[in-house]
């Protein structure tokens, strides 16, 4: 079997592209794998994620206290005895404080404290006022960007004479933020900064500290400029399925899309790769595209030649051998396919997209030896990182495959999927780290995108089911909760935003039209109201294909 037969074949099964029978013969019409220029990438966190842990954060207030502030009684506040986070609130920090770049980064974006580096209780041992912060400080943390790396280990910097984005250039703090992040620093020596604190929950090891407990500092020293937070986003919803669904859709309505999808659909679904999916999130096409999934980077040398063996030499590939019984199936159904389509009017529009997958041989090769074989740079850099075998792993592979893809034009569109987020218990412990992950892999897809030359082409969104209780049970975890927050990063977003539409308590405040809370008027945002302005600033909007699925909500200022 060719290349091309087998190509076809496989797009016929669905394996890599599918005929999708509803696209218009333009959207449809196969292609000669010219890049899209505009990209988007969806990252799904699985389970119901709590914005309070990173960019929505409140402190540990009592409830009842934040709802007196509110001028609410007891009585008109649920689980009124237990506060939002165990955090002080005065260890709550502002992104402008740490990003090292020169954009303009607004002071009310604000992220958690890392579990470990504050204290929860003051000196009576109690919840402290929010008014003292006896872990580590803006300051603390300004030190140990600042710092010296030798090996693995990064060395705060001297407070003597200590000035931010002075004692160290730009250049120089990037460069310590990227070692905490992609993990070539495991250690992080205080020089002098543990004589300061008071240790009652820090993660101190005598006058050291983990390097990763430091991610949440380094991602925002990095990548501030690129953010926009939309915190009070109602998902309108307490269910995974329907959150889901509304998450990567912008609808409840069974059968529409996915995002990613229905723009991988529309900017040809014959691409070999057009939507690359790892599986998680909502993962519904419509039947409009097929579901390319790739985290090893063996997929383009089966694209190149079908019949290369797992050495890379030609010949006998135990691969095609394989799924040879489900190519035959694919074939028996397409000739049946189109003898039925024979008999109908559009009978040579439905042949065309028998089709699809053009004989593109030589792309195939040259991005199989790009990705297998990068020279020495920033391609050869994301491929140790991606194989270093640890967890997520997998899901770094997808990424750099699909960073690819978007540069040789094979994909348009990609979803990422991220899990362990419904935390009924010991809900800090876990959500912290996964939270930690999650921003790992948005460095590394930042970094692929770069290398691959489509980083200020491509727009990130991050959403979930919904958020979490701002209060925890009894099992020390928290339930499902319909407001959350989303994330959205890259080209078309105003970054170092941020949207800070709930109150203590973490309900939901209408906005006005510049995206500011108000107490009367306004709208609620919602998924909806961001797939709407997704839809427009992708330019499908008003395709045929996409107002089959249409979406009721009032135009917002979403991407800033």
């Excluded at 030190?143 to 280990?153: E, M, P």
Aim: glycine share 10%.
């Amino acid at each position: 079997m060719n290349r091309r037969e087998f190509l076809k074949n496989v797009g016929a099964s669905g394996m890599v592209a599918v005929a999708p029978i509803a696209l218009t013969s333009k959207a449809s019409a196969a292609t000669d794998l010219v890049p899209v220029g505009k990209y988007f990438v969806f990252a799904h966190l699985g389970g119901g994620w709590e914005p309070t842990t990173f960019c929505n954060p409140q402190g540990n207030k009592l409830r009842s206290t934040v709802g007196q502030e509110l001028g609410m009684d007891n009585g008109q506040v649920r689980n009124a005895g237990s506060i939002v986070n165990k955090y002080p609130a005065s260890a709550i920090r502002r992104a402008i404080d740490v990003y090292a770049g020169s954009a303009t980064v607004s002071a009310d974006m604000k992220y958690a404290p890392y579990l470990g580096t504050f204290n929860r209780t003051g000196a009576d041992g109690v919840n402290d006022d929010g008014n003292a912060n006896d872990g580590l400080t803006t300051l603390h943390i300004q030190r140990i960007l600042s710092g010296d790396i030798a090996g693995s280990l990064l060395t705060a910097a001297s407070s003597a004479g200590f000035v931010w984005k002075t004692t160290k250039t730009a250049a120089q703090i990037e460069a310590n933020a990227r070692a905490i992040i992609e993990g070539t620093v495991q250690n992080v020596q205080l020089n002098g900064i543990e004589t300061e604190l008071v240790d009652r929950d820090l993660a101190l090891n005598g006058t050291q500290m983990t390097a990763d407990l430091f991610v949440y500092d380094a991602f925002v020293c990095l990548h501030a400029d690129q953010l926009r937070v939309l915190n009070g986003v109602d998902n309108r919803t307490n269910s995974h399925s329907t959150g889901t669904q509304y998450a990567d859709t912008g609808s409840m309505a069974m059968g529409y899309p996915d995002f990613s999808a229905l723009y991988a659909a529309l900017q040809g679904a014959d691409r070999p790769l057009a939507w690359m999916t790892d599986g998680s999130g909502n993962d519904s096409t419509a039947s409009l595209v097929a579901r390319s999934t790739a985290s090893d980077a063996s997929v383009f040398d089966i694209l190149a030649d079908p019949k290369r063996n797992t050495s890379g030499a030609p010949g006998g590939n135990p691969m095609t051998a394989n799924i040879q019984v489900f190519l035959d199936e694919a074939n028996n159904r397409r000739a049946a396919l189109q003898k039925q389509k024979e008999r109908l009017p559009l009978r040579q529009q439905f042949q065309d997209q028998l089709y699809l997958v053009r004989d593109q041989g030589s792309e195939f090769t040259a991005v199989a030896n790009d990705i297998n074989n990068p020279p020495p740079g920033p391609k050869l850099d994301l491929k140790v990182i991606a194989e270093d075998g640890n967890i997520g792993s997998g899901r770094r592979r997808h990424i750099r495959i699909g960073a690819a893809g978007f540069e040789t034009g094979m994909a348009s569109s990609m979803q990422i999927g991220f899990g362990s987020f419904d935390t009924h218990g010991n809900h800090d412990q876990t959500h912290f780290n996964s939270i930690r992950a999650v921003l790992i892999d948005l460095h590394f897809l930042f970094r692929a995108l770069e290398a691959h030359g489509v980083k200020d082409q491509t727009t990130i969104i991050v959403g979930s089911d919904f958020g979490r209780t701002p209060w925890y049970n009894d099992g020390d975890g928290k339930d499902h909760w319909a407001v959350t927050s989303y994330m959205l990063m890259g080209n078309g977003v105003a970054g170092g935003t941020s949207v800070n539409a709930t109150n203590g308590l973490i309900e939901a405040l209408n906005v006005n039209s510049s995206m500011q809370p108000v107490t009367a008027g306004g709208v609620r945002m919602t998924a909806s109201h961001i797939h709407r302005e997704l839809r427009k600033f992708a330019g499908i909007d008003n395709n045929p294909i996409t107002l089959q699925f249409p979406i009721e909500a009032e135009d917002m200022n979403i991407l800033g």
